[in-house]
T-cell receptor
Framework: GENVEQHPSTLSVQEGDSAVIKCTYS??????FPWYKQELGKRPQLIID?????GEKKDQRIAVTLNKTAKHFSLHITETQPEDSAVYFC????????????FGTGTSLTVIP | NAGVTQTPKFRILKIGQSMTLQCTQD?????MYWYRQDPGMGLKLIYY???????DKGEVPNGYNVSRSTTEDFPLRLELAAPSQTSVYFC?????????FGAGTRLSVL
């Protein structure tokens, strides 16, 4: 099955700084890479995703980059705000199992005002 | 649309008891999933379904069972609850790869 590794497990940044979270995956045929945000006590919610036919996607202050050769993808948050504080999860689907997803272990981001 | 609805929100079980976690979605999604989330950990797939009448095991299926008699409902059954099943359980449905999660059920087995 797919193996998804996520780093770092915790990240603290000053408000206004940038945050970068990285995930690596093992199945070279994977073609869809989402990022989910989970606020404390809440459900995970999709914030951005990328498909394998593009290298970068941006939505306001968040962006995702994909390097298929190296099998890693990263979440970039610029101009961080206190409301960005949450746990962020990456996920990747194995190519041969339809619609399953394997999630990373999460990154707890704290934005310090 | 209510989206994905899970009941109950919280439950305490004694060791050896059984219970069913309910999940229903009103988005007519074919794909549905059950995950568990242990403290400080990611989401582990328990079971999933690609449509009514079809279910399959995920990463951690032992101690659980599911059924999918309708498109809307995907209940998760715990038989003989064990302390290791203490966790937060999330149900999700998906369409075009995007997963929509329920609010979760927090289960403690004591």
């Amino acid at each position: 099955g797919e193996n998804v590794e996520q780093h770092p497990s915790t990240l603290s940044v000053q408000e206004g700084d940038s945050a970068v979270i990285k995930c690596t995956y093992s199945d070279s045929a994977s073609n869809y890479f989402p990022w989910y945000k989970q606020e404390l006590g809440k459900r995970p919610q999709l914030i951005i995703d990328i498909r394998s036919n593009v290298g970068e996607k941006k939505d306001q202050r968040i962006a995702v980059t994909l390097n298929k050769t190296a099998k890693h993808f990263s979440l970039h948050i610029t101009e961080t705000q206190p409301e960005d504080s949450a746990v962020y999860f990456c996920a990747a689907p194995p190519s041969n199992t339809g619609n399953q997803f394997y999630f990373g272990t999460g990154t707890s981001l704290t934005v310090i005002p | 649309n209510a989206g994905v609805t899970q009941t109950p929100k919280f439950r305490i079980l004694k060791i050896g008891q059984s219970m069913t976690l309910q999940c229903t979605q009103d988005m007519n999604h074919n794909y549905m999933y059950w995950y568990r989330q242990d403290p400080g950990m990611g989401l582990k797939l328990i079971y999933y379904s690609v449509g009514a009448g079809i279910t399959d095991k995920g990463e951690v299926p032992n101690g659980y069972n599911v059924s999918r008699s309708t498109t809307e409902d995907f209940p998760l059954r715990l038989e003989l609850a064990a302390p290791s099943q203490t966790s937060v359980y999330f149900c999700a449905s998906s369409y075009e790869d995007i997963q929509y999660f329920g609010a979760g059920t927090r289960l403690s087995v004591l």
